[in-house]
C-alpha cells in the first residue's frame, strides 16, 4: 500500500516537472507565435480544449506567449 502512494506521489511529480521544462518554443511547433490546441495537444499538454479555451484569453485560437505560462501556472 505505502508503495503504491510513493508511486502516485512520484508520478505526479515527474508530469509537472515535464510540463516546467516544456517551453513556449518548443511547443510551438510551426513557430508562428501562437499555441493551437492541435500543437499543445501533439507536444504532451494534458489540456482538454474547454481547458484551452479558457487559457486564450483574447479568444484568438491560439495560446501566445503570456497566455501560455500563464495556462501552465
Ligand atoms: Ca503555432
Ligand atoms: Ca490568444
Redesign the pocket.
Known sequence: MKKLILAAAFGSFAISSALAETSFQTVDADANG?VSYVEAVNAGMPWSEEQFNSA?????G???ET?FKAALL
Not at 486564450?56 to 484568438?60: E, I
Open positions: 501562437g486564450d484569453q483574447n479568444a484568438d491560439v495560446l501566445d497566455e
